[in-house]
């Protein structure tokens, strides 16, 4: 009777051990979870500051050197192009500098576009208008879902038919100059490119993306084809 009194006393102690450490991993857990957001959340934020000052500098040089657009053919293949290589380095150094080279081309591309919404008579006006509004939705919306922590990975698959819906239905709006078509193809991209924004700082919160790169760069498009969709709906009004 004393033995298995004392293997039961010897039980419940390895039990009692489990448990503290069950607690203590819990608790470990959760904290390094916490710390690696925190950084992904820093990098990525830091990364798409460079990218936007990078972008801007190159859209400069583009405005000064009054230099043509490349067209769109060539502006979808260098951005798929560069987005590809992006993706396919993102997790070695090759990938910061194809980030910043697919941000300074789209910069370059933005450059004669602003040249010639700048030539209108309040076309500076415009210009301004349109990027302080992008700053306001992006910091609205990113600053909600950052506070908020609510999880809007529900709107993915929405998101990604709207964009490819929207795509297409803007290469028809160009090909058969349609410019009812094209503002209202602007207007869906402002509603998409604003989901798109919670829906990236949602992933980055909740572990749906680890990548600082690649979020970077899904911060970066929503950015850039929101502010071209509000100078467009300016624009026309």
Do not use: C
């Not at 979808?76 to 194809?98: E, K």
């Not at 910069?107 to 076309?123: D, K, R, V």
């Not at 058969?176 to 919670?198: D, E, H, Q």
Request: aromatic content about 14%; proline content about 3%; charged content about 5%.
């Amino acid at each position: 009777w004393s033995y298995q009194s004392a293997i039961r006393k010897q039980i419940r102690k390895l039990l009692g051990v489990m448990r503290l450490m069950n607690q203590d991993y819990s608790i470990v857990r959760p904290q390094e979870s916490v710390l690696a957001t925190n950084k992904l959340i820093k990098n990525t934020y830091i990364l798409l500051s460079m990218t936007l000052l990078f972008s801007a500098f190159t859209a400069g040089l583009s405005m000064v050197f009054n230099l043509p657009h490349p067209g769109m053919i060539l502006t979808l293949v260098g951005y798929f192009g560069l987005l590809f290589l992006t993706s396919r380095f993102r997790n070695s150094g090759l990938g910061l500098a194809f980030v910043f080279a697919l941000t300074g081309f789209m910069g370059y591309t933005l450059g004669p576009i602003l040249n010639a919404y700048t030539a209108l008579p309040n076309g500076n006006q415009l210009v301004m208008t349109a990027l302080g509004a992008t700053g306001v939705i992006f910091l609205s919306l990113s600053g909600y879902a950052l506070t908020s922590r609510k999880d809007f990975s529900f709107m993915g698959a929405f998101l990604m038919v709207g964009i490819l819906v929207a795509f297409l239905a803007g290469l028809a709006a160009v090909f058969f100059t349609m410019p009812g078509l094209s503002l209202a193809v602007s207007a869906m991209f402002v509603l998409l490119m604003s989901g798109l924004i919670l829906y990236e700082t949602s992933q980055i919160i909740h572990g749906g993306e680890t990548n600082y790169i690649m979020a970077t760069v899904s911060l970066y498009v929503s950015i850039y084809n929101l502010f071209l969709s509000l100078l467009h709906l300016l624009g026309a009004f």
